[in-house]
T-cell receptor, first 115, second 115 residues
Framework: GAGVSQSPSNKVTEKGKDVELRCDPI?????LYWYRQSLGQGLEFLIY????????KSGLPSDRFSAERTGGSVSTLTIQRTQQEDSAVYLC?????????????FGSGTRLTVV | AQKITQTQPGMFVQEKEAVTLDCTYD???????LFWYKQPSSGEMIFLIY??????QNATEGRYSLNFQKARKSANLVISASQLGDSAMYFC????????????FGAGTRLFVKA
């Protein structure tokens, strides 16, 4: 597609429920990233996929968080047993080459609210 | 350890004047890239400019220039001829070669352009 697409744009869920956030990167972009942005804060790295390599999961805050990328394209970030501190905007980004000489292209984000 | 510091939580500038947003970084990796992103109130992240650690000249993109001082580990963003539409959050970011292409972000600087 023309840009990075994320869905849903907003999600309100009850504490303890599982949620799935979807990211559809720009066609042909081999690298895909998930970041989390809490209100008024900077971006917190979560996970990075590059081609067929094993993902860099070093930023996932707990084992309740997981992500997969199917067929080198669409990615799903899953949060199990959501907690109120999980409330944030989850941003997905993609790039051609890991961002070596290009910046990332970000999606519009999913605003997650855990009540 | 990798670290990005933006010490100005907020900045004001008069329309048509230039403004400098500060960014310092810390890394032991000789090969790294530095980025600036703009985040308007709409929430989207917009890539502005990139500087590689081995680049001899400061990067420029239209009204944006990056004042790269390698010995001081600073990568300040200069916006010339500020416009009202420049009002936004600005994030400095760094990617280092070692350990993959994970990019970390600073806490951001909110820029207010006054008419």
């Amino acid at each position: 597609g023309a840009g990075v697409s994320q869905s849903p744009s907003n999600k309100v869920t009850e504490k303890g429920k599982d949620v799935e956030l979807r990211c559809d990167p720009i066609s042909g972009h081999t690298a895909l990233y998930w970041y989390r942005q809490s209100l008024g804060q900077g971006l917190e790295f979560l996970i990075y996929f590059q081609g067929n390599s094993a993902p860099d999961k070093s930023g996932l805050p707990s084992d309740r968080f997981s992500a997969e990328r199917t067929g080198g394209s669409v990615s799903t970030l899953t949060i199990q047993r959501t907690q109120q501190e999980d409330s944030a905007v989850y941003l997905c980004a993609s790039s051609l080459d890991g961002g070596r000489n290009y910046g990332y292209t970000f999606g519009s984000g999913t605003r997650l609210t855990v009540v | 350890a990798q670290k990005i510091t933006q010490t100005q939580p907020g900045m004001f500038v008069q329309e048509k004047e230039a403004v400098t947003l500060d960014c310092t970084y810390d890394t032991s990796d000789p090969s790294y890239g530095l980025f600036w992103y703009k985040q308007p109130s709409s929430g989207e992240m917009i890539f502005l400019i990139y500087q590689g650690s081995y680049d001899q000249q400061n990067a420029t993109e239209g009204r944006y220039s990056l004042n790269f001082q390698k010995a001081r580990k600073s990568a300040n963003l200069v916006i010339s001829a500020s416009q009202l539409g420049d009002s936004a959050m600005y994030f400095c970011a760094m990617r280092q070669e070692a350990g993959g292409f994970k990019t970390i972000f600073g806490a951001g600087t909110r820029l207010f352009v006054k008419a």
